[in-house]
């Protein structure tokens, strides 16, 4: 089937530490996002990447990191510089159709610092 | 840059019943396109329904319908006969010359027997 997978579902790491999560997407999309989910915020774009070996900040990228070395692949690193790591994570990709950038999501990742 | 507003934060709905869900946007472009996603308990979100700013003509998906009233920038939802499995956190979204989505904050519907 395809589709998006991030692993794992739960993440606990202590302060401090950098930690990496992983998104896989079988959907031959061009672009993925990452997006970071806190109560009562709604969904913030991490970073984004259109392309391989290329990606763009979004509004709250201090303190992540990504890296997009295959079309399938763009996992995103939370370094010890983010202050508030502790939230759920959602990955995407899209496809362009004529200008719509319809979204697919995967199943997100609960990452928990302490 | 573009806002997205979703000015109630809880809504509740007998079951069978019908409910909308109000969305307004603030943007200075044309051409845009506008989401309804849902992100049940399970925290996945699925795309519910789209609208493109250029047609007219309101979508419809099943029981799920818009009312989009571009002059007033307004995006709300219309869920009908609803059904337990509707019970969600509903996210409005909008999407103009660039790729990226913005997203409202999020409205939780109950839907009660």
């Known amino acids: 089937d395809g589709g998006i997978t991030q692993s794992p579902k739960y993440l606990f790491r202590k302060e401090g530490q950098n930690v990496t999560l992983s998104c896989e997407q079988n959907?031959?999309?061009?672009?993925m996002y990452w997006y970071r989910q806190d109560p009562g915020q709604g969904l913030r774009l991490i970073y984004y990447?259109?392309?391989?070996?290329?990606?763009q900040k979004g509004d709250i990228a201090e303190g992540y990191s990504v890296s997009r070395e295959k079309k399938e692949s763009f996992p995103l690193t939370v370094t010890s510089a983010q202050k508030n790591p502790t939230a759920f994570y959602l990955c995407?990709?899209?496809?362009?159709?004529?200008?719509?950038?319809?979204?697919?999501f995967g199943p997100g990742t609960r990452l928990t610092v302490t | 840059a573009q806002t997205v507003t979703q000015s109630q934060p809880e809504m509740s709905v007998q079951e069978a019943e019908t409910v909308t869900l109000s969305c307004t946007y603030d943007?200075?472009?044309?051409?845009?396109?506008l989401f309804w996603y849902k992100q049940p308990p399970s925290r996945q979100m699925i795309l519910v329904i789209r609208?493109?700013?250029?047609?007219?003509q309101n979508a419809t998906e099943n029981r799920f319908s818009v009312n989009f009233q571009k002059a007033a920038k307004s995006f709300s939802l219309k869920i009908s006969d609803s059904q337990l499995g509707d019970a969600a956190m509903y996210f409005c979204?909008?999407?103009?010359?660039?790729?990226?989505?913005?997203f409202g904050k999020g409205m939780k519907l109950t839907v009660n027997p």
């Open positions: 979204a909008y999407q103009g010359g660039s790729e990226k989505l913005v």
């Open positions: 959907l031959n999309h061009d672009a």
């Open positions: 943007t200075s472009e044309s051409d845009y396109y």
């Open positions: 990447s259109q392309i391989v070996n290329d990606f």
């Open positions: 609208q493109e700013a250029y047609k007219q």
């Open positions: 995407a990709s899209s496809i362009a159709r004529v200008s719509i950038y319809e979204q697919y």
